[in-house]
């Protein structure tokens, strides 16, 4: 059975940084790409960035770009999303997310549809 479980979220004033973590089971990482998601209150689900499986790549969105990274461990089956920076505007609930049809070679592969998601962690960026 394929799991993502996020965690690492909570409050932080801006200028903070958190770091996100989403523990796989259920499926060799090695051979995954994984995408980190974020939804706000009221808007749609946005891309945030990808980790490739071939070379462990990263790709960003410009929102993001120089304040996130993104990094894997598949010797403990964990990908990090360290979050510095942030903004008020980052505020959201923070998904993982993969599919073995979709990988990771720019932040445009985003926009595929993902099978396996996770259920979320709150970030919280406020003064």
């Known amino acids: 059975q394929v799991k993502l479980v996020e965690s690492g979220g909570g409050s932080v004033q801006p200028g903070g940084s958190l770091t996100l973590s989403c523990a796989v089971s259920?499926?060799?990482?090695?051979?995954?790409?994984i995408g980190w998601f974020r939804q706000a209150p009221g808007k749609e689900r946005e891309g945030v960035g990808c980790?490739?499986?071939?070379?462990?790549?990263?790709h960003y969105v410009d929102s993001v770009k120089g304040r996130f990274t993104i990094s894997r461990d598949d010797a403990k089956n964990t990908v990090y999303l360290q979050m510095n920076s942030l903004k008020p505007e980052d505020t959201a609930v923070y998904y993982c997310?993969?599919?073995?049809?979709?990988?990771?070679?720019?932040?445009?592969?985003?926009?595929?549809?993902?099978?396996?998601w996770g259920q979320g962690t709150q970030v919280t960026v406020s003064s």
């Open positions: 997310a993969t599919d073995p049809k979709v990988g990771c070679y720019e932040s445009s592969d985003l926009r595929f549809e993902f099978h396996y």
């Open positions: 259920g499926f060799t990482l090695d051979y995954y790409s």
């Open positions: 980790v490739s499986n071939i070379d462990s790549s990263t």
